[in-house]
């Protein structure tokens, strides 16, 4: 596990609240994203259990108007 520099937590969690996610933390600060999404989750800025991405509706040829 990794652990940062308390002012390399500070760094990520002023970028978390500016609304970078923690890919693009990842890419400015070279921290890997798991860790970036572990101290805003302690922090509270990160869901627990994120919600997965809902699928689209996918038109499947089926009359809907009722007809």
């Known amino acids: ?3 940062l520099k308390a ?3 500070e760094q990520v969690l002023t970028l ?3 609304g970078l996610s923690a ?3 990842h890419r400015w600060m070279v921290f890997d994203r798991t860790t ?4 805003a989750r302690e922090a509270g800025l990160w869901p627990e259990h ?5 699928l689209p509706e996918v038109a499947t040829g089926t ?3 009722g007809l």
């Open 1 to 3: 596990m990794n652990v």
């Open 7 to 9: 002012h390399e937590k």
């Open 16 to 18: 978390f609240r500016a």
């Open 23 to 25: 890919r693009e933390i």
């Open 36 to 39: 970036v999404a572990r101290y």
């Open 50 to 54: 994120p919600k997965p991405a809902s």
């Open 63 to 65: 009359n809907t108007f």
